[in-house]
């Protein structure tokens, strides 16, 4: 008997993200977890329609895998080689869907999937002495200058270089530093500061966390509210005038001393860090704080080195501006569906952090140590740029001295 073989050749989507990797989105943020956002934030539909809520919610989150495309054309991606689909709707019924379907159901979805990355345990580079390593930290992103979202987003004032065009959005957001995973995240107008901001998050820090931050989050009000959490920190501050004032109460073996932060019991280590590559060296002087407060467990030198995983948390803002973003203003033309847009970011970056689990199985051999001056990478105005910045990225070798002497303010960096 004859056999036939009956084939049909099925049309994909074209670019980075295909073939595929929308199906990998939806083994993340499955049917079930969409249905119970939608459930819970009262966004089910109340009839049938050609676009019903689950569907647009996903036509959102590929608008952030491909956002140098208009949803019309997202929407070719999502449906490409798929059979029987309906007629493509129009740029206005796509529009008119997204308002339908509104913010809530995107930040039901990021509280579903915020947190650290569920990587095993004993994962190398996640955990620092038992503890899991956090920061935060805060960034600016552009949004649409219309009208209506410059009733909410102002721009920032003139400075040296100019103020900025667009309308713009501070977010602020919890880190973990080994997996660049969102543990929780704020954003409103730029008009608010990032202190501010940071004050609404420590309510996703627990025991067993350390956080990690610069000047500015290291003082009273802020240290209380991490230690009353029971998570830990590591914090730097400013030494001399200024900073708080730190007096010894108690030294330790190791340079540093205990001493008291906005009532906090805390450790002080002030340390001199020279850095030196093929064009030359650099010496400065920093000063810590931490709630680690034994000195054989947590040894100072140590903890001077893993402050610098703080840059994690900038990382994983290059990762949401530049790769997934690709540097563009956000889409949204009112602030509804500007809070849609970047929860939507949010869920579809955490999304992929925990797609990049399975990368953390077969990790490549440590980097070596390398530095690179800071500089601003864009300036505000390209005609009040001056000089060539050097961008050049050298190998380093790092020296850690821990100063047995306080800094005072004669000698402070």
């Not at 708080?244 to 073996?253: A, I, K």
Request: proline fraction near 7%.
């Amino acid at each position: 008997m004859d056999q036939s073989v009956i084939s049909r050749a099925a049309g994909v989507a074209e670019g980075r993200f295909a073939p595929g990797h929308l199906g990998e989105l939806t083994q993340q943020v499955p049917f079930e977890m969409v249905d119970a956002a939608l459930a819970e934030t009262r966004r089910v539909q109340r009839r049938v329609r050609d676009l019903p809520a689950r569907v647009v919610v996903y036509l959102v989150l590929a608008g952030c895998l491909f956002p140098e495309l208009g949803y019309a054309r997202v929407w070719g991606r999502l449906t490409a080689g798929l059979p029987g689909v309906p007629a493509r709707p129009t740029a206005g019924a796509l529009r008119q869907a997204r308002a339908r379907l509104g913010p809530e159901p995107l930040r039901a979805l990021f509280d579903l999937l915020k947190g650290p990355s569920p990587v095993p345990s004993g994962a190398p580079g996640v955990r620092w002495r038992g503890l899991l390593p956090v920061a935060v930290d805060g960034t600016v992103m552009t949004v649409a200058d219309t009208a209506a979202n410059l009733a909410v987003y102002s721009r920032q004032k003139g400075g040296r270089n100019g103020g900025s065009g667009y309308p713009q959005l501070r977010l602020v957001a919890l880190v973990s530093c080994g997996t660049r995973s969102v543990i929780d995240a704020v954003f409103g107008p730029v008009s608010r500061g990032e202190i501010a901001y940071a004050s609404c998050l420590p309510g996703g820090l627990r025991a067993g966390m350390l956080l990690l931050a610069d000047r500015g989050f290291g003082y009273g009000v802020m240290a209380s509210q991490v230690a009353g959490t029971g998570a830990g920190f590591l914090l730097r501050v400013i030494a001399g005038r200024g900073g708080p004032g730190l007096p010894v109460m108690t030294r330790c073996g190791d340079g540093s001393w205990l001493s008291l932060l906005g009532g906090v019991p805390v450790r002080v280590i002030d340390a001199q860090v020279t850095i030196t590559t093929a064009a030359g060296s650099a010496t400065a002087r920093t000063r810590l704080v931490t709630t680690l407060l034994d000195p054989a467990a947590y040894p100072a030198g140590e903890l001077v080195t893993l402050y610098r995983q703080r840059w994690e948390a900038e990382t994983a803002y290059f990762e949401l501006k530049s790769t997934i973003l690709g540097g563009r203003v956000l889409r949204a033309r009112t602030p509804a569906g500007v809070d849609q847009e970047v929860h939507a970011m949010l869920v579809t970056y955490q999304a992929l952090r925990r797609i990049g689990e399975r990368v953390l199985a077969s990790l490549m051999p440590a980097r070596r140590l390398r530095t690179s001056p800071r500089v601003v990478k864009r300036a505000m105005s390209r005609y009040n740029a001056k000089g060539k910045p050097d961008r050049a990225t050298r190998k380093a070798t790092v020296n850690i001295e821990i100063c047995s002497a306080p800094l005072t303010a004669s000698r402070a960096p």
